[in-house]
């Protein structure tokens, strides 16, 4: 029978990578962009299979918003930027998430 011990290291890196700031990029609806547009840009620059893509559309269109990205600010500034580029209203919100 094997037994597992949990070594210092695994619990310092446990507890380094349990709190952190988890940053998204929210939508806005708008009466300029057609659905077509608003797919293609978040298959281009977000990487969204056409699906989800399609999804996230029809969530701002009825909803007003939708958060259409998460990670690190780092990694989401350049995506936000290059969807302002092409004419969509979207921001950028910080939560702090605490385990």
């Known amino acids: 029978m094997l037994f597992h011990t949990q070594s ?3 619990v310092l890196v446990a507890e380094e990578t349990t709190t952190g700031t988890t940053a998204f990029i929210i939508v806005y ?3 300029f962009n057609t659905f077509d547009w608003v797919i293609k840009c978040f298959i281009d620059i977000l990487g969204h ?3 989800q893509a399609e999804q996230l559309s029809l969530m701002i269109h009825f909803n007003g ?3 259409v990205k998460a990670g690190a600010m780092n990694d989401l500034k350049p995506l936000k ?3 302002v580029d092409r004419g969509l209203s979207a921001i950028i919100e910080e939560e702090k ?3």
């Open 8 to 10: 210092q290291e695994d």
């Open 29 to 31: 609806n708008d009466e």
């Open 49 to 51: 299979e056409e699906t």
């Open 65 to 67: 918003k939708a958060n």
């Open 81 to 83: 930027d290059a969807l």
């Open 97 to 99: 998430i605490e385990f």
